[in-house]
């Protein structure tokens, strides 16, 4: 005769429906640990992303535009038309157009008392509503004006991979890219063209939004939402304060 060996008894439906409860809470908080992670780690890399883009534009903007008209042997016009490769107007000197969405600013790097007969000595930064980016376009003049094409600088047109919108123009925020100031320090950005000689600060700044949206910025009524950053610095071009 066989004996029932004590304790050797299966689980109970109770129990099992008590352990497959558990692990499903265990399973689900783990899961929401990792989605929440997995969230944060992409709102970061939007933000850092953005941040990247846009500081990197501001930087190099900057640089050139404390280049605008450099002229090392204060040559007496040496600022050209890009219209017509003729003089340009010796009273605005290197920053022959501004407004509150573009700069033209030429510099003589080659030291041959001309500009536009090297790369790099006549450039144009403009605000593209349409595609929302900014744009780099560099000019020559050797005979005829000659354009390099222009440069998706940050953001890109229609159809291109990018990363960052610069949204300046959009509704709601109306931010000028460019503001320029005398030294006195007022705001003459309404008074060009006819105050660029005045011009002793320019201030630039970039309103960005990440291209992809940030899933860690949720609207209620339109779901997750883009990552907007503002970024803005200030530029002197000593050689516009100088007279020749």
């Known amino acids: 005769m066989m004996r029932k060996r004590k304790g050797n008894r299966g689980f109970s439906l109770v129990e099992c429906v008590v352990a497959v409860a558990v692990g499903m809470s265990i399973l689900g908080a783990v899961y929401m640990a990792v989605w929440t992670g997995q969230r944060s780690t992409t709102g970061i890399d939007r933000k850092v992303t953005t941040g990247q883009d846009?500081?990197?534009?501001?930087e190099v903007m900057a640089m050139e535009m404390r280049m605008a008209s450099?002229?090392?042997?204060?040559a007496a016009n040496p600022w050209t038309d890009i219209a017509s490769c003729n003089a340009g107007d010796s009273t605005r000197r290197g920053i022959q157009n501004a407004t509150a969405g573009t700069i033209q600013i030429q510099m003589d790097l080659s030291g041959n008392s001309a500009c536009g007969d090297a790369a790099n000595e006549i450039i144009v930064y403009a605000l593209d509503t349409v595609n929302r980016r900014i744009t780099r376009e560099p000019w020559t003049c050797s005979g005829s004006p000659v354009s390099a094409g222009v440069q998706s600088f940050l953001g890109a047109a229609a159809g291109e991979a990018k990363t960052v919108r610069v949204v300046n123009a959009d509704a709601g925020v109306a931010?000028?890219?460019?503001?320029?100031?005398?030294?006195?320090g007022a705001d003459i950005t309404s008074s060009l063209p006819g105050a660029i000689s005045q011009i002793r600060r320019i201030e630039i700044t970039l309103v960005v939004d990440s291209e992809n949206v940030d899933p860690t910025l949720v609207n209620a009524d339109q779901g997750p939402q883009r990552r907007r950053m503002i970024y803005s610095t200030s530029v002197v071009p000593?050689?516009?304060a100088i007279q020749f």
């Open 70 to 74: 450099y002229n090392p042997f204060y």
């Open 238 to 240: 000593r050689n516009h």
């Open 175 to 184: 931010i000028p890219l460019f503001r320029y100031f005398n030294s006195t």
């Open 54 to 58: 846009a500081r990197a534009a501001l």
